[in-house]
């Protein structure tokens, strides 16, 4: 299959490692990976901040960029609910029926990782090797949006060697919440102190995700704890073979 | 029209206000504790209701009909009640209502009210408004009373004081009742509460209500309480005044069977409410010989116009969404600066009254959802957020401000490949001064807010699409 991968703004800029696991793992499943490079952002900051005129014209580049694309793997949830729950709102807001139309067209070929994974390709075991201690922290946007239940749980189940630790409220949000993070920065901080609680006590040595947005919040107050836990996002843990070694 | 909701004029902004709450460790235990409690307690008795979203679905849609449909229910309300033995009035805002509630009493000769559990008449500063005109309003809800007596302010909707725990109340008791001692537990604690009520109860000849619906077929009203003091405000005095916001009306008396098994199972975990009190106007030898309701729009009729936000009108007061708010369970509900705390406070408070800190509020939400999954009448509360964000951001437009000018900008620099890339490598450059030991512990400005309880990690030297580009073409 000839998969078209939105890597994201910020997984392209902030985490490529993200990325390239995408690739190596979907070509070694034996598909043919393509990345259009005119893609840039989805528009979720600007929307969910209160910019929505802003997201308008990110949500037509999108749209025309993945046009002709078969399938659409995005490693990110809450890129992924941007597409599905926004994109048809703002498209009839804009009052353009070719662009309600190319966005009806374009939603059933978009695919969290997982989902593509589980959901479109029908597998669990996708041939994993990652000999840690790993806990899973369910994102708001896999759970409340998108649904995921335990579809990346169940790709986790099926990595060799994985020593998978069950996360304490799991369902709580970690207090990122994009822009959240920066303009109540001391509720964010309350909530990450939570998270972070709950992250320590399972005692894993790596954090695991869909999103790398929650990631990046969660490393960041891991590491200034020196808490000398990683996080990793899932596309990596799947990636990994026993050929790369203990990495 | 000037629209009141309580004291929220002079409220600090949200993040300001949570900041002295956040430090406030009794606080924060006693809202851990208290959310805890009532969110498990939810989720056993939901669990076991199959038809739980069927359920959701149905108020839903029944809330969407009358809301729809209002005018024609208000009427058929109004003329049911008449009929029934009732008084109707109709306020536009609190000054109104106030105003028609002050001048019944007087008019009655009353010096003193009993009340049970209204926020509507928070909402419009009541008590305050009682008290300027000479007249003494006592609460009668555990909770409110205890708001009362220790001169505090609600901080949830359906438990007003979750945020003190027994040894306060015992305190405030001892203070307020003139007691020499009294014990901490749940048994003393109620009969002081009962001793200084039954007196009130007893004594006081004029009551005044919420509602929690309005049925329109049959002019009837219906409160829901779990302590029986509101069965005694409601029965007892000679005279009844219920105040209710004009979205309260339910077509029929059948559809009660839906929001009846919805709205305590959301609101305290209970399969049903102790006491539900239902009347229809007046009773000849039963009950208050005289009955008003006072039919408030404060606001909400432009909530009803705005077609993307009036699902905030959906809203049974259950709290369920206060619960499961992982930002309210972090701050309790002061910092909302409103009587209407929580997810739906940051929807409703803002809608209902234009004031500096209402632009903070649709802000004070991480939109995880968890308010929108627990909501018994499916109000996407994140959606309505985010909508408003955008009146905040529209409202504000005129304003030089360093948010909206970056916004502006990244917005142009998404739209092309060539200045989304150029933006990249300018970060992977201008962010060097800040990186010490391959992390950045310290931002600037606004980005130092990050960097205040987090480290982040830098941009790597190669973007992912530079590392595709080079893949590419090494296979040519």
Redesign the interface.
């Known amino acids: 299959m000839r998969i078209s991968l939105f ?1 994201t ?1 910020y ?10 696991s995408v ?1 190596r793992l979907l070509e070694r499943l034996g598909h043919e990976i393509d ?1 259009p ?2 893609q ?2 989805c ?1 979720q ?8 005129a ?2 308008m ?2 949500m037509r ?1 999108f749209v025309e960029t993945f046009a002709n694309a078969e399938v659409i793997c995005i490693p990110s949830s809450s890129c992924v609910a941007m597409v599905r729950d926004n994109y048809p709102r703002m498209a009839a807001s804009s009052g353009d029926s070719g662009l309600m139309k190319a966005v009806d067209d374009l939603l059933p070929r978009v695919y969290e990782l997982s989902e593509l994974l589980v959901n479109k390709l029908g597998l669990e075991d996708v041939g994993a090797y990652y000999p840690h201690r790993v806990t899973y922290h369910a994102s ?2 896999s ?3 998108l649904h995921l239940g335990d579809l990346p749980l169940r790709l986790l189940r099926k990595v060799r060697a994985i020593d998978l630790a069950e996360l304490k409220d799991i ?3 970690c ?18 102190t ?1 998270k972070l609680r709950c992250v320590e006590n399972t005692r894993a040595e790596v954090c695991t995700a869909v999103d790398n947005s929650c990631l ?2 969660i ?3 891991l ?2 704890e020196r808490a000398g836990v990683r996080t990793v996002h899932l596309a990596e843990i799947l990636a990994s073979t026993e050929e790369d070694g203990v990495s | 029209m000037s629209v009141r909701v309580g004291d929220a004029a002079d409220a600090p902004s ?2 300001r206000a ?2 002295p709450l ?1 430090d406030d460790a009794q606080l924060r235990s006693n809202v851990r504790h208290a959310t805890n409690v009532i969110t498990l307690k939810r989720a056993g008795v939901v669990n076991e209701q199959h038809d739980w979203q069927q359920l959701r679905s149905a108020a839903s849609a029944i809330k969407a009909h009358t809301l729809r449909y209002l005018d024609h229910y208000l009427l058929q309300f109004e003329a049911a009640c008449t009929a029934a033995g009732g008084h109707v009035h109709w306020a536009a805002d609190a000054d109104e209502a106030n105003r028609i509630i002050v001048g019944l009493i007087k008019g009655m000769g009353g010096t003193e009210v009993i009340k049970v559990k209204t926020m509507t008449s928070d909402e419009i500063g009541l008590n305050k408004a009682l008290e300027a005109k000479g007249i003494e309003p006592h609460e009668t809800d555990l909770a409110d009373m205890i708001i009362q007596l220790g001169h505090d302010k609600p901080s949830h909707i359906v438990v007003p004081a979750l945020h003190k725990n027994r040894q306060q109340v015992r305190e405030i008791f001892m203070r307020a009742m003139g007691l020499k001692d009294l014990g901490d537990n749940p048994e003393d604690l109620t009969n002081a509460a009962r001793q200084y009520l039954r007196e009130k109860f007893l004594k006081v000849k004029i009551g005044v209500s919420g509602a929690n619906f309005l049925i329109a077929e049959t002019g009837g009203v219906c409160v829901v309480e779990s302590e029986g003091n509101g069965r005694m405000c409601l029965t007892l005095p000679d005279a009844l005044i219920t105040v209710a916001g004009i979205e309260k009306v339910i077509p029929t008396f059948r559809d009660l069977e839906v929001f009846l098994q919805l709205l305590p199972r959301s609101a305290t975990g209970e399969r049903m409410n102790p006491y539900n009190s239902l009347w229809t106007g007046v009773h000849a030898g039963e009950g208050p010989q005289q009955f008003h309701i006072v039919l408030l729009d404060n606001g909400r009729t432009r909530i009803l116009a705005d077609q993307e936000a009036r699902q905030t009108l959906h809203c049974i007061r259950c709290g369920a969404c206060l619960n499961a708010c ?2 309210y369970r ?2 309790g509900g002061h910092a909302y600066g409103s009587i209407y705390a929580g997810p739906i406070g940051a929807i409703l408070t803002p809608q209902l009254f234009d004031m500096e800190h209402s632009q903070s509020l ?9 308010c ?2 627990v909501c018994p009448v499916k109000i996407n509360i994140p959606e309505v957020l ?1 909508h ?6 529209r409202e504000q437009q005129s304003a030089v401000n360093l ?2 000018m970056s ?2 900008v ?2 142009r620099i ?4 060539r200045s ?1 890339e150029a933006a ?1 490598r300018l ?1 992977q450059f201008a962010q060097w001064p800040f990186v010490s030991d391959g ?1 950045i512990r310290h931002l600037p400005g ?2 130092g ?2 960097t ?6 830098p ?2 030297r ?4 530079n ?3 080079e893949r590419e073409s090494r296979k040519q």
């Open positions: 890597i703004c997984n392209d800029t902030l985490f490529p490692e993200t990325g390239q690739v990345f490079l005119e840039t952002c528009g900051m600007h929307f969910n901040t209160g910019y929505q802003e997201a014209p990110l580049r708001c946007h759970l409340r949006s369902d709580q949000c207090g990122f919440g994009g822009t959240f993070a920066v303009k109540n920065s001391d509720v964010s901080a309350a909530m990450l939570d990046m919040h490393l960041g107050g590491h200034r | 949200f993040q949570a900041l956040l992982p930002v972090q701050t649709p802000y004070a939400s991480s939109l995880c959802g968890a929108f999954e985010v408003l964000r955008g009146r905040v951001v948010e909206s916004m502006r990244l917005s998404f739209s092309n490949r989304f990249q970060g992390w606004t980005l807010n990050w205040a309880a987090r480290d982040l990690r941009l790597p190669q973007t992912f699409r590392w595709w580009r």
